[in-house]
Each structure stands twice: as C-alpha cells, then as structure tokens.
C-alpha cells in the first residue's frame, strides 16, 4: 500500500449532497473522503489531518473558491487542489491551474474517470511534496535559496554572483545541503527536486 492510500481527499461544494455524493463515488474507489459544505468547517478539519486532496467547487456561495484555494495554500501548501464548476469558462480553467495552482478543472457533471485521474495525481503531488520539505525543511533559509538554484541547474559561480556571495560560500552551503537531505550529490538533488525517489 503506498503512502497516498492513507491521504484523505476533502470534498467542498456548498451543495451538502452533492459533496457527499462526490466523497461516496470516491470511497467506492478505495479512497478515504470526507464531504465539507462550508470553508469553515473544512480549515476546522485541517489541523492535524490527513487531507493531501481537497475537490473544490468554485461557487461557494459567500466565498469564491479561488480565493478559498489561496487560504487553504496559506494553511497548507502541500495540499492539491481540484476545481469543480457548472460554470465553465476558459478564464477559470486557466486562473485554476495558472494562479491557484490547481491540478486539474472539472464540469459538472462530474466525468467519474477524471475525477478519480485528477485525486489519484493530486494524492501523489501532495505525498511528493510533503517527502521533499521533510528532507528541505532542515535547510536555512540561504541553504534553501542555494538549493533552488543548484536544481536548476545553476553553477556554483552564478549563485555566487546571484546571492552576491563568494563561490566558497556556495561551496560550503552546497555541502551543508548534501549533509542535511542525506544524498550524495547534485544528481540526487535534482531528483529530490522533483519528488523521486533517492
């Protein structure tokens, strides 16, 4: 059983029964859910919890569920968002993958096997995310600022010149990284990055 087997997915829409219709469809498909029909009651719930998923509906009735997304993000940034509307337009579906960091848009009617696609990825996202600020959250913040730019790939000479530090530095911090994530060079590094398995 992998580690995104015991994530839960949280389900939002202000419609009571539909969320719950929703979070029985995903139990049904060997997923832990839980239905929510107030932001409130979700943030409730989050301390603490296993949520790694939360399918959100939009239309919140007194919140918008983009601006939701951004306090669910300030509570937890490990968590993945799936948006839900029955009123699609081409804006959302961009704002909700552009701006909100949403990993997928869904129209209701809800397609069950894009549902389950999106909470399956969402799951993994969220359990990959939560492995790499495990093994990152050690790193200070200019170990964190040398990290970010080994992985892309940047020399030890140009995060000098970027950080206006000395190479040595870079050098010192670049070992003091390796030393705190127990890997043993760049190329795992690089993978940590994305999320691999090192």
């Not at 992985?151 to 140009?158: A, C, I, L, T």
Request: with cysteine; charged share 25%.
């Amino acid at each position: 059983m992998n580690a995104q087997s015991h994530a839960t997915v949280a389900v939002l829409d202000d419609d009571r029964d539909f969320a719950m219709s929703v979070a029985r469809l995903l139990g049904r498909n060997d997923h832990t859910a839980l239905a929510f029909s107030a932001p409130a009651e979700l943030l409730e719930a989050l301390p603490g919890s296993s949520i790694g998923c939360v399918v959100s509906d939009i239309q919140l009735g007194e919140i918008d569920g983009f601006v939701f997304a951004e306090t669910l993000r300030a509570h937890d940034t490990a968590l993945a968002l799936v948006f839900m509307t029955a009123w699609p337009t081409t804006a959302h579906a961009v704002d909700a993958v552009r701006r909100y960091g949403g990993l997928d848009y869904l129209e209701k009617p809800i397609d069950e096997g894009r549902l389950l696609t999106a909470v399956s990825e969402g799951l993994a996202w969220s359990e990959r995310e939560r492995r790499i600020a495990a093994l990152t959250g050690q790193l200070t913040r200019r170990e964190r600022e040398v990290f970010d730019l080994l992985v892309r790939g940047h020399s030890n000479k140009e995060i000098a010149d970027r950080l206006a530090i000395s190479a040595r530095t870079v050098e010192d911090h670049r070992a003091a990284i390796v030393s705190k994530t127990r890997t043993n060079g760049l190329a795992q590094l690089v993978a940590l990055s994305r999320g691999e398995s090192i």
